[in-house]
């Protein structure tokens, strides 16, 4: 095998390169040799071209994901902000918690689980590279028609994707979605969140610092996975026969991670580390060239001396290799026996490659040659940026001036009644426990709130009950018909869940899903979801701390809808005080907080009963959102809350069966009076939510609301004993539409679980 | 009566966690040498009448697309008639 | 009374298992898989778990460690050890306890809130119940359908062996719907379904599991 040699470079300077190959543009080629002043050496032309790949530099998202810093609302919470791996932020009492959520897509349609499985391990080593033990994890999952064959395919794998990596490494699953639309076949949506916490003290940052540290690459062996695209410089070096087939698929080994875990947390403890990475995509060539350019500036890197589960891998393959369950850490001399003990009690590899210095250049020997001699900023950090052309689609008119308006609306009392049953067993809104039933919700003993409830919610201090709620929302039917309302309306639906739940919203993260940011069209969905979220976040005043782009997410012309998946933590004091979904004892009150309006702009009812999509979709009003947060987190504070539930796909219709099936009991319910029985039941107006109140609060919670000018309806009563009246066997459970309709509860629930079984069987 | 035997392995690139931690297990107990450890699976599949032409051809395919995941696993294929 | 909890590689559930012991009055003492020392502990819990993965079978490297070689004859000697799920399989790869824990019916991982029938009170880990109790505690399994020889069977339902069975639904396929078996002693108990999740209302569907963690102690105290 011949090597590729900065000396070579330099000897050889015309030497045809396959740039195009690796995905670089002649301009972007033509900069790495003005950069270099000389063209770059094979190795080095791996580790532009990963590094200024769309994936790892963000070129086209980035100018528009600046506005989430420079729209940051005042916050002292912020702890570190974006940047890192992901932003930390205070909750208070010492203790720090991280999150953030990346997307898995495409590796998880050419290869669900393995794909899924991956994107879990990806995400809890970012959380665990910021000194943060992982807490939990959430999966957003989208898939197209639950009845389409390739749904059938990829949606069991993922989901034993998700569960066999989480479950085995030991990390609950409290939540997530699961969401079907035609958009998302042949481009499933996979979305892993991951959140953990850490005392003040134990925060980790990515920097090599101090000159002579030691650059100690731990954890599994470094094979030829997820470098399919490199292989074309393989060949190139190879003098005969070529390498070895590449896999594109990386396969995750869940116990090695639990083992890393456990490991890296002892070692960062122990006070042993400097500075930590995890090595994801673009692996070494990302962690060096990161570690490098926040530290010291220097690091000179021996990379034959990597562990190889493949010894016949070239140095080029090496530094892209995406072999998973690897992190890079920066230990002192003098630290590193201490350093491998813990490693070696955990049984995870260790090895020195590299060490930092103040050159100002990163640089990497194969067998005592030269292999790379760069700037490692110009790598990590002075990748291109591109200011993508976009522009408002000319269908975009069309579809807004579509209204549902026009579609047929139940009115009879047996239209309204099949309507909800139709919605309630709907693949969207139907239950999700086919899914959620294969992920591990109790390991750790902290989780104090999972699915279906609105949101998950984790202890974090057994001693003082601290502990936060997270939720992941979005409605991508919303996004597709306005973007800047669409990205508001996520950001708000899981604002209201966290606040739901009793915590106060305190962060933001996202992961924005788009199709091809070449298409000026795809990319004015992009700005303008952009735009909206970093406009509502600073309305809403919590900042965003991080996120993840997933473009091309398309088949053909066609793209998926605009997605950007909005996550928001909120931090609890005390998780006693949670407010679930569950309702409590006969004569309760049920309450409709907010206004509901004539809504259906791209609402469950419009897409599942009439096939429809147009209009516009519901008011976004961050000002009412923010009071319906204070109220919802007042009232659990104050103990006048038995139950809260959101308000959101379905409607009022469909978050009262919800209740009503997770706490077993019937209740009776009636109209706001001035609205009809259609809207009140369906209309999917933000701003709402539903509360269960004690007789003995309702005075005070219902003078705090009007105090604070926002609309409470009592729409409702607990009554576990409407059997008898409604014509069924006494004891029956029913949800009962005064003078409209009864539904036992049993038939709610049948009709409710068993769509996924069916479909999936 | 054929009997079709379907041994499915892990492509040789492609990381084998289970047979990593046998070997580990291996060597703990004693066994001293271990290079490699891969772990694979059987399928023994038992037909009425013998396995020829377009069965055959179907067995193979399904073999290739069911039994393994072509993305990552090889398979090999013995038939007994 | 100190109670261990051993960790093995790939152990999930030990913290779980320490709160169980502390919340029941214990101290919960760690050990580790590689000791070959019980240090002087009055009962192990083998918590749940992908112990190396669960990869070859689920327990099967784990019951080689040598944690294992003190507590199987600590065990034969009259220890009692509680085997919770992966621990369960690690007691019947060890042949501390009868049959097999083989891959549920379903073929899928389940979690659920799964109600169970107390069989048997005179085990060790079982006498704080009342004989025929009904308690619903987390289940959590890929592989928990328990298996063995009709003759093992009858000779388990004849002995009094079966301590726990599902009730309403059997969520793995577990022959006779058998949840968890003791030995004849009734020091050892093997459980697939987690009473550790189970001994806080904040953090588990009831606190039924409390049972078997204040049993032990008390089997300890009268037994002194």
């Known amino acids: 095998m011949s090597i590729d040699t900065v000396q070579h470079a330099i000897d050889d300077p015309d030497h045809e390169q396959p740039y195009p190959e690796l995905g670089l543009k002649p301009d972007e080629y033509q900069r790495i040799r003005d950069i270099l002043g000389r063209r770059p050496t094979s190795s080095e032309l791996a580790m532009y071209s990963v590094m200024w790949s769309e994936h790892c530099s963000y070129k086209s998202s980035k100018v528009h994901l600046r506005q989430f810093g420079e729209k940051k609302p005042e916050t002292d919470a912020l702890l570190v902000g974006i940047g890192e791996n992901a932003g930390v932020v205070d909750i208070g009492e010492g203790w720090a918690v991280t999150f953030k959520v990346e997307s898995h897509n495409h590796p998880s349609y050419v290869e669900p689980y393995q794909g899924a499985a991956t994107g879990v391990g990806g995400i809890v080593r970012d959380i665990l590279s910021m000194g943060a033990r992982p807490l939990a994890v959430m999966d957003p999952l989208r898939f197209g028609p639950l009845d389409a064959p390739d749904t059938r395919r990829v949606l069991p794998g993922i989901v034993a994707g998700v569960g066999g990596y989480g479950n085995c490494l030991g990390l609950p699953n409290i939540g997530g979605e699961v969401v079907f639309d035609e958009t998302y076949l042949g481009n499933p949506l996979v979305n892993a969140l991951c959140v953990g916490a850490m005392r003040h003290e134990d925060i980790h940052l990515a920097s090599a610092k101090g000159v002579g540290n030691l650059v100690v690459l731990y954890g599994a062996r470094t094979g030829g996975d997820g470098i399919g695209g490199v292989s074309v410089l393989a060949s190139e070096t190879f003098d005969e026969g070529g390498p070895t087939k590449r896999p594109s698929v990386q396969v995750g080994d869940p116990f090695m991670e639990k083992l890393l875990i456990e490991a890296t947390l002892e070692v960062l403890h122990s006070g042993l580390v400097e500075g930590i990475q995890d090595l994801g995509g673009a692996g070494i060539s990302c962690a060096t060239s990161e570690l490098a350019s926040n530290g010291e500036g220097g690091m000179h890197v021996w990379l034959d001396r990597v562990l190889l589960r493949d010894p016949t891998l070239s140095p080029e393959e090496i530094l892209m290799s995406e072999s998973q369950e690897r992190m890079c850490a920066i230990v002192k001399p003098e630290n590193l026996a201490a350093f491998e003990a813990l490693c070696t009690k955990w049984d995870v590899e260790a090895i020195v490659i590299g060490e930092v210095n103040d050159s100002g250049r990163l640089t990497v020997d194969w067998h005592g040659e030269r292999i790379v001699d760069v700037p490692p900023r110009t790598v990590a950090h002075e990748g291109p940026v591109y200011e993508r052309p976009y522009h408002r689609p000319a269908w975009q008119d069309t579809l807004q001036g579509d209204a549902p308006s026009g579609l047929a609306r139940p009115t009879s009392p047996e239209e309204l009644r099949s309507t909800l049953i139709d919605l309630v067993g709907s693949p969207n809104l139907a239950s999700k426990s086919w899914v959620t039933s294969q992920y591990d919700r109790y390991v750790l003993g902290n989780t104090v709130l999972a699915q279906p409830e609105d949101v998950g919610m984790v202890r974090v201090d057994e001693e003082t009950g601290l502990g936060v709620a997270i939720s992941t929302d979005c409605n991508g039917r919303f996004a597709k018909l306005d973007p800047y309302a669409g990205a508001q309306l996520a950001l708000a639906e899981s604002y209201r869940n966290v606040a739901a739940s009793g915590a106060v919203p305190l962060a933001v993260t996202n992961c924005l899903n788009f199709g091809s940011p070449e298409d000026p069209e795809v990319m004015w969905q992009f700005a303008e979801a952009t735009r909206g979220l970093a406009d509502g976040c600073l309305a809403l005043g919590i900042p965003v701390t991080g996120g993840n782009v997933s473009f091309y997410n398309q088949t053909g012309d066609t793209a998926i809808l605009p997605t950007p998946v909005v996550g928001v933590l909120g931090v609890i004091d005390d998780v006693d005080r949670r407010t679930p979904m569950v309702w409590g004892p006969d004569g309760e009150l049920i309450y409709l907080l907010g206004d509901t309006r004539d809504e259906f702009g791209g609402s469950e009812w419009a897409h599942h009963v009439h096939g429809h999509l147009g209009g516009l979709p519901p008011a976004v009003d961050l000002d009412r959102e923010r009071l319906l947060g204070e109220i919802l987190v007042a009232g659990s504070r104050d103990g006048m809350l ?68 926002l609309p409470a309806h009592r729409i409702g009563v607990v009554d576990s004993g409407l059997a008898a009246d409604a014509g069924f066997e006494p004891g029956t459970q029913v949800l009962q539409y005064t003078d409209v309709f009864t539904v036992p509860l049993s038939e709610l629930r049948e009709v409710h679980e068993r769509t996924l079984p069916e479909a999936l069987a | 009566m054929a009997r079709v035997v379907v041994d499915v392995m892990l492509k040789p690139e492609i990381l084998d966690p289970q047979g990593r931690a046998v070997q580990g297990a291996l060597g703990r107990l004693g066994l001293s040498g271990v290079k490699d450890v891969r772990q694979g699976k059987q399928f023994v599949i038992e037909l009425e009448g013998d396995l020829e032409g377009d069965r055959a051809a179907l067995m193979e395919q399904l073999a290739g697309e069911l039994l393994s995941n072509p993305v990552i696993e090889d398979f090999r294929m013995t038939v007994e008639q | 009374m100190r109670i261990g909890v051993v960790t093995f590689p790939g152990t999930l559930d030990d913290q779980d298992a320490s709160r169980a012991v502390r919340v029941a009055g214990a101290e919960a003492v760690t050990l580790w898989h590689g000791d070959d020392d019980l240090k002087s502990v009055d009962a192990v819990v083998l918590p749940g778990g992908f112990s190396y993965g669960d990869y070859l079978r689920c327990g099967a490297i784990s019951r080689f460690a040598p944690v294992m070689r003190a507590l199987v004859d600590a065990a034969n000697g009259g220890l009692p050890v509680l085997g919770i799920c992966n621990g369960f399989q690690i007691l019947c790869e060890s042949h501390l306890l009868p049959g097999a824990l083989t891959r549920n019916d379903s073929l899928h991982f389940v979690c659920r809130d799964q109600r169970l029938r107390i069989e048997d009170t005179t085990s060790m880990w079982t006498r704080d119940y009342a004989p025929g109790q009904e308690i619903v505690i987390p289940l959590k399994n890929g592989e928990g359908c328990f298996v063995a020889n009709e003759t093992t069977l009858d000779e388990l339902e004849g002995e009094g062996r079966v301590i726990a069975r599902y009730v309403d639904v059997n969520p793995n396929g577990s022959r006779r719907d058998i949840a968890g078996i003791r030995n004849a002693r009734g020091n050892v108990v093997g459980l697939m379904p987690h009473p550790e999740h189970a001994v806080e209302p904040l953090t588990g569907p009831s606190t039924d599991g409390l049972g078997f963690f204040t049993s032990v102690l008390n089997s300890l105290v009268s037994a002194s």
């Open chain 1, 642 to 709: 038995t139950a809260a539930h959101d308000v959101s796909d379905g409607g009022v219709a469909q978050a009262l069966v919800e209740m009503a099936l997770r706490s077993g009991v019937g209740a009776r319910f009636w109209a706001p009076e001035g609205l009809d029985a259609f809207t009140f039941l369906f209309s999917e107006s933000a701003g709402r939510a539903i509360v269960v109140v004690p007789r003995s609060e309702e005075l005070r919670f219902t003078e705090m609301c009007a105090a604070r000018q």
